[in-house]
């Protein structure tokens, strides 16, 4: 069936056209046109009559096969056969399985890296909280000095956060925000995402769009919502999707895509019940004759057209005035046109915005089975105008139209290695082991001695038993014996240069495959050198991964949209689903908390980042980092457990320098405080040596003044005790002297005088007594 390109209808028509039954056809005659019409007519192997379609379909049916070590051997015959003729030939055919390792190693590492989803509040509610966030957590910083005055003289704490978690700088604060601070309405929306992700079994289509990007160098999932199911994420087979031309490697210019799936007719009735026996009939006859010669389908199926066509629409409202000077809203359609003659009562209001269309048809027919403005469409808060289609597409290595893989950059090295594996085969099959020339006239000439000749048998047993043979450098007649070594060896080794020539080829095909794609010996650690160090052998590894860094990125930006329309569903969800409940309870089990924030969340607009998690490599340079920081004591234990927690290795690097800041500052801070307490206790030391020199010296003026004291009332006593006496010893002498004048004066005996003079001896004797006292 050869049919002309057919072009697709208008944009440039009222929207109530583009509603109809008839320009929906004409969208989906113009797909099918563009995909499975006969621009020429020779046809291609395996899929007849060649169209866009069938040759991607063809080109990464292919590539998948070269991917498993399945690719067809028909070349390989061709290559060795004469004239088609390989009854000369006894071959393993089977295709060497080199290029499935190389798409299992990367595949496989890029499975078990790790994400995390993260959700930003950037509708206006949730930009203030952080704002104000930001501007309390400034106030306190700038007034630090200030709060902490207040509260040191009147007891009182103006801080509006947490002291102890207040950052010191500007520089701690952006950490802070990006480390620390999230809201509740976030952590809503992340959980939300993350049950719908496990619901759907998202790691499954991963892995399998991962394989695709790698194999054929597309990947695409769909997002589905029903009111029965909820929210979906599916896998879609590039091989089946339709797209309008792009250049871009993540197909956002793209004005229609679709989806061809092949489906028994009972299913077909059971999505369409409407259709009736004739319609089915038809269906099942027209489709048949025309797709077979492009999809291969089995028998009582039928391929369909699931495709999203983009437009725009124009929003029209008829702004009426009321007879109280209000405005009233009425909603139009595109050709309202307020009357001349109203005296401007009435006027129009007006926007243009994406809209689209969803479509079915069965290939092969002009049966449209669905043409209807897609309900429900996601759509941007921030960005009403602009609308996201279900598919998700990504292709990293597209140019003109043309995609490019990591599997197709490798299939003639491969077809290489094949051959020279069949090669080998050949040479092996051709040689043959060395032999040993036997010379029967020699073996005539020599007798045993035991009368018995030397023949041949007896011959070879010693020669292959002990290597030694028997000889006779003369015949009988005494002439030289040409046959004296009746044995020798034959060597066949020509055999062996060739296998080894084709070994050499072997690796050198397998080193060009390991050049294109990057995917070195240390990346596998299939040949690790021994002499080289390990940070060789680890540079080497971060190299391929670097090599093939765009095939991550690619899944990433999958898995990122992905999610994105799982935010922009959650509110269909929860507005519209009998799911909700189920979905509520479902978030609810991982935190209670956020039960309450989910009956707003519908009314939020979220921007979704992903996040890798480190690799082992940067998780090992990481923990280095931390290590060195910890045995110089730049950081402490509690710093160290609080950076390992950190998902983002660039955020880790960024906490480690504020933290060793913070930790010499710390220090510093403890150092002068340590040299002001001794000095202070050096000053308390000489202070209190001072007082104890002064209390020793007034101790000792004191003691001195109280010898003095005891000397001076010694003295005075002594002084006293001495005038006292004198006193005493005058009145003596005086009592004498009157009674000496008294006994003189009489006149008595003369042994009155011999008794008086000898009392005058004894107070002599007194008087020098006195003076020795």
Not at 11 to 32: C, N, P
Not at 453 to 479: C, H, K, W
Request: proline content about 3%; aromatic content about 8%; some cysteine.
């Amino acid at each position: 069936m050869t049919e002309s390109v057919i072009n697709f209808p208008s944009q440039a028509v009222s929207d109530l056209e583009k509603m109809t039954q008839d320009y929906g056809l004409k969208v989906a005659r113009a797909i099918q046109s563009e995909w499975f019409g006969g621009k020429t007519s020779h046809y291609k192997e395996g899929y007849g009559q060649r169209s866009r379609y069938g040759d991607s379909m063809n080109n990464f049916h292919n590539l998948r096969l070269y991917a498993r070590g399945e690719q067809s051997i028909e070349k390989y015959k061709n290559e060795l056969s004469i004239n088609g003729d390989l009854s000369y030939l006894n071959l393993d055919w089977k295709p060497v399985p080199i290029i499935p390792k190389f798409v299992d190693i990367v595949v496989n590492g890029m499975s078990q890296r790790n994400y995390e989803i993260n959700a930003f509040s950037q509708d206006p509610s949730g930009v203030s909280k952080r704002t104000e966030y930001m501007e309390s957590i400034l106030k306190d910083i700038r007034s630090k000095q200030y709060n902490d005055a207040v509260q040191a003289g009147f007891g009182i704490d103006i801080y509006q956060n947490k002291k102890e978690t207040l950052p010191d700088n500007e520089e701690e604060l952006a950490l802070h925000m990006q480390l620390n601070y999230k809201q509740a309405i976030e952590i809503a929306e992340e959980q939300a995402i993350n049950v719908l992700m496990e619901g759907c079994d998202y790691d499954l289509v991963k892995r399998r769009a991962l394989y695709d990007l790698v194999t054929i160098g597309i990947a695409a999932t769909k997002t589905n919502f029903n009111y029965s199911d909820g929210v979906k994420v599916e896998y879609v087979d590039p091989s089946n999707l339709v797209y309008s031309y792009s250049d871009s490697p993540y197909f956002e210019d793209i004005y229609y895509v679709g989806e061809v799936k092949t489906m028994p007719i009972n299913e077909l009735v059971k999505e369409f019940p409407e259709l009736t026996e004739s319609e089915i009939e038809d269906i099942a006859k027209n489709s048949t004759s025309y797709v077979d010669s492009v999809i291969k389908q089995r028998y009582n199926e039928v391929s369909v057209l699931y495709f999203n066509f983009k437009t725009h629409a124009n929003d029209v409202y008829k702004v009426k005035k009321t007879g109280t000077g209000a405005d009233k809203v009425i909603k139009k359609d595109d050709t309202f046109n307020p009357p001349e003659n109203m005296d401007g009562d009435f006027s129009r209001l007006d926007r243009v915005v994406e809209v689209m269309y969803e479509g079915v048809l069965i290939l092969g027919t002009d049966k449209l089975l669905k043409w209807d403005m897609a309900s429900n469409m996601m759509r941007s808060k921030s960005d009403f105008g602009k609308v996201k289609m279900n598919y998700n597409i990504v292709a990293p290595r597209i140019y003109d139209g043309r995609i490019q893989s990591l599997v197709g950059r490798i299939t003639g090295f491969a077809d290489m290695i094949q051959l020279t594996h069949l090669k080998m085969q050949q040479v092996l099959n051709r040689m043959v082991p060395d032999g040993v020339y036997l010379d029967a006239d020699g073996l005539a000439e020599i007798d045993l001695g035991n009368g018995t000749n030397y023949n041949p048998q007896e011959a070879l047993n010693m020669f292959f038993q002990t290597g030694s043979v028997i000889g006779r450098s003369f015949t009988s007649d005494g002439n030289p014996n040409p046959g004296k070594v009746p044995i020798q060896q034959i060597q066949n080794g020509s055999g062996s240069n060739k296998l080894q020539t084709l070994i050499t080829t072997y690796n050198y095909y397998l080193q060009m495959i390991r050049d294109v794609t990057g995917l070195n010996e240390a990346r596998d650690g299939s040949l690790p050198d021994k002499n080289a160090l390990v940070g060789v052998q680890k540079l080497a590894a971060a190299n391929s991964n670097t090599a093939t860094r765009h095939i991550l990125q690619s899944m990433l930006y999958l898995t990122a949209e992905a999610a994105e329309c799982l935010s922009l569903r959650i509110s269909d969800i929860i507005e519209y689903s009998p799911t909700k409940e189920a979905f509520i309870r479902a978030i609810g089990a991982h935190n209670v908390a956020t039960l309450e924030e989910l009956k707003e969340l519908h009314l939020h607009d979220f921007g979704i980042f992903i996040e890798l998690k480190p690799d082992e490599e940067e998780k090992a340079i990481l923990e280095n980092n931390i290590q060195v920081a910890l045995s110089q004591g730049l950081i402490d234990l509690d710093d160290a457990i609080d950076l390992r927690d950190i998902r983002s290795i660039k955020l880790a690097n960024q906490l480690l320098k504020v933290k060793k800041r913070k930790k010499i500052e710390r220090d510093q801070r403890i150092q002068q405080q340590n040299i002001q307490a001794q000095s202070q206790a050096n000053a308390q030391a000489q202070q209190v040596a001072a007082q104890a020199e002064v209390q020793k010296n007034q101790a000792k003026a004191q003691s001195d003044a109280q010898l003095e004291q005891a000397k001076s009332q010694f003295k005075a006593q002594y002084l006293s005790l001495e005038v006292e006496a004198k006193k005493e010893l005058m009145q003596l002498e005086f009592d004498l002297n009157s009674k000496l004048e008294s006994m003189r004066s009489q006149t008595k005996q003369g042994e009155s005088v011999k008794k008086f003079e000898s009392s005058g001896n004894d107070i002599v004797t007194g008087e020098a007594g006195l003076d020795k006292f």
